[in-house]
């Protein structure tokens, strides 16, 4: 049981440039969420999906897409990367909504120059 | 909306000392749950508790214990003879009829040998 993967773990973009994060869990949870840690800000979510083809925004999702075509994966995607996306991303899955906890996945280190 | 306010930024104790974190919570729902995250140097993010609404009961797992008081919308969090491996910064959560749950801002504490 891998629980919640992502990657890359690191990656450096630079301003313009676009790329995918993945997200992958083996849980069968049909709540994934993306969050961003930025310091002193604690975690803002950016996209959630309640199920494979249903996908909302969360508190920040300017610059960022997200689609759940199946149960298991929920890519973010950067459009067009700046320099105020540079934060750590975090994936997580719950088995039922908010109401149960989440499980994280071990985050991404992005840094757009 | 929600909010939930961390007021302690970070706090610094001494090993055996007791400590304890502040959460206060707003909320409109009837029905809410709150939870508590770790998240030690390494940086990945560890459940530690949830709790719902109607459950105003005290929890002690060990070293740590809950205090989860509606009265005050508080759901503080104690480490009883803190140890070097709870340093650490520590989220609260919370969540209610949304899907979009609301972190505190974090407490890193850190505890000295």
């Known amino acids: 049981n891998a629980g919640v993967t992502q990657t890359p773990k690191f990656q450096v973009l630079k301003t313009g440039q676009s790329m995918t994060l993945q997200c992958a869990q083996d849980?069968?949870?049909?709540?994934m969420s993306w969050y961003r840690q930025d310091p002193g800000m604690g975690l803002r979510l950016i996209h959630y999906?309640?199920?494979?083809?249903?996908?909302d925004q969360g508190e920040v999702p300017n610059g960022y897409n997200v689609s759940r075509s199946t149960t298991e994966d929920f890519p973010l995607r950067l459009l067009s990367a700046a320099p105020s996306q540079t934060s750590v991303y975090f994936c997580?899955?719950?088995?039922?909504?908010?109401?149960?906890?989440?499980?994280f996945g071990p985050g991404t280190r992005l840094t757009v120059l | 909306a929600q909010k939930v306010t961390q007021a302690q930024t970070e706090i610094s104790v001494v090993e055996k000392e007791d400590v304890t974190l502040d959460c206060v919570y707003e909320?409109?729902?009837?029905?809410?749950?709150l939870f508590w995250y770790k998240q030690p140097p390494s940086g990945e993010l560890v459940f530690l508790i949830r709790?719902?609404?109607?459950?105003?009961q005290n929890e002690i797992s060990g070293r740590y214990s809950w205090n989860f008081q509606k009265s005050t919308s508080s759901f503080n969090f104690t480490i009883t003879a803190s140890q070097v491996v709870d340093s650490a910064v520590y989220f609260c959560?919370?969540?209610?009829?949304?899907?979009?749950?609301?972190f505190g801002r974090g407490t890193s504490l850190i505890v000295h040998p």
């Open positions: 997580a899955s719950s088995y039922s909504g908010t109401v149960n906890e989440q499980f």
């Open positions: 849980m069968n949870h049909e709540y």
């Open positions: 999906s309640v199920g494979a083809g249903i996908t």
């Open positions: 909320t409109r729902d009837t029905t809410y749950y």
């Open positions: 709790r719902n609404s109607f459950d105003e």
């Open positions: 959560a919370s969540s209610g009829g949304s899907y979009i749950p609301t």
